[in-house]
C-alpha cells in the first residue's frame, strides 16, 4: 500500500506538536504537505534521534519512524 502525507503522514503529528513548531519554534508547519516534505530530512532526524516531539515519554515508536522515512524514500506523495 503506498504513503501519502494526507492519510499517512500528517495523523503523525499531534495539535501540540504543530504548536510548539509554529508559535514555539517559529520554524513551519508540521501541516502544510509543502513545508514537511521542505524540511522532511530535519524532521526525520529528529524523530529518529527523540529530540521530536519535544515533550518526555511522547518519542515516536519505531513503526512511526519507519513510516516517516518510508514515505521519504517514495518521493514524498502526497
Do not use: C
Not at 509554529?22 to 527523540?50: H, P, R
Amino acid at each position: 500500500m503506498a504513503l501519502s502525507y494526507k492519510t499517512d503522514i500528517k495523523p503523525l503529528f499531534r495539535a501540540v506538536d504543530q504548536d510548539h513548531m509554529l508559535n514555539g519554534q517559529g520554524m513551519f508547519d508540521l501541516w502544510s504537505y509543502d513545508d514537511v516534505k521542505a524540511n522532511a530530512d530535519a524532521i526525520y532526524d529528529a524523530v529518529q534521534s527523540g529530540r521530536m516531539p519535544p515533550e518526555k515519554g511522547s518519542r515516536w515508536p519505531a513503526d512511526r519512524v519507519a513510516k516517516f522515512k518510508q514515505w521519504m524514500d517514495a518521493g514524498y506523495p502526497a
